[in-house]
Structures are given as C-alpha cells and as structure tokens.
C-alpha cells in the first residue's frame, strides 16, 4: 500500500475538489504500476497555524505543506538513479497542487517491510502475480490462490 500522509495548514486543501484532484494524480501514479486503486490511501490532516513549527518556531508566511509517504506492496530499487527518478516523478504530481499554488512543501519517503501487511485479515497477493490482478480486477481484497 502506498500511504500518503499530508500534513497541510488550514488555508490549503480547503475543498474536497482540491483534495479529490490531487487523490486522483496520486491514485493514478500507482495503478499506472498496476497496483490496485484501493491500495492507495491518502489522508488530508489539517493543522491550525499555530500546531505546525518549522526549526523552533511556528510556521508564518507561505502555507507550508508536509508529506509522509509509506510504501509498502512495492519498494524503490536500492539505485541512486531511480530513486533520483521516482522523487522528481513525485514532484511533477505535486506540482500543480502545491508547487504552482507557491506552498512551501516537502515530502519523505518510508518502506515498510511488506511481510508487516495485512488487508482485511488477507496477506497482500505477490506484486503483479494472478492473485494480485485479482484484487486489481475486484479493486478490494479478496481471496485468491
């Protein structure tokens, strides 16, 4: 599962439209890995002005943008140009929803180990094996063989 967490201040992301569009690109990047769409979750956490500090302080001027991001059905090969690859491939998503908006914003990525995954009680199918087309083809998890 990829898993996006964004962490936003209360003036971005102030209508489900923003949101939706940018659920949309992230949705859209994975299954275009040929994951299943439900495997993508991205959260909108809301902070007030005074929650989110940056180096001791609170966050003033440009909306500020934070993002998690966990993977978990697939990992980045361990090559300094793919990962290379894979951030700017992040950045060209992000751009229209928060680099042309002129948010300050910055995002990591984390790889969770993906025997640690389970949905609904299923062990995750192989990446791109017949189980996992399955649940591509169902778009939630079922059981497979």
């Known amino acids: 599962m990829p898993l996006w967490l964004i962490y936003h201040t209360d003036d971005t992301f102030v209508d489900n439209e923003s949101k939706a569009a940018l659920s949309r690109d992230i949705t859209k990047f994975y299954t275009n890995l040929s994951l299943p769409a439900f495997y993508v979750v991205v959260n909108f956490i809301k ?78 199918p192989a990446y791109k094996s017949a189980g996992e087309q399955l649940w591509v083809k169902e778009n939630k998890a079922v059981p497979y063989e």
């Open 47 to 124: 902070l007030n002005g005074n929650d989110m500090w940056v180096g001791g302080e609170p966050r003033s001027g440009k909306p500020f943008v934070r993002i998690t991001i966990d993977h978990i059905a697939i990992h980045v090969p361990d090559d300094d140009a793919i990962y290379h690859r894979t951030t700017a491939r992040f950045d060209e998503l992000l751009k229209p929803h928060v680099a042309d908006k002129g948010y300050s914003w910055e995002f990591h990525v984390d790889e969770t180990e993906r025997r640690l995954w389970k949905v609904n009680g299923f062990i995750p």
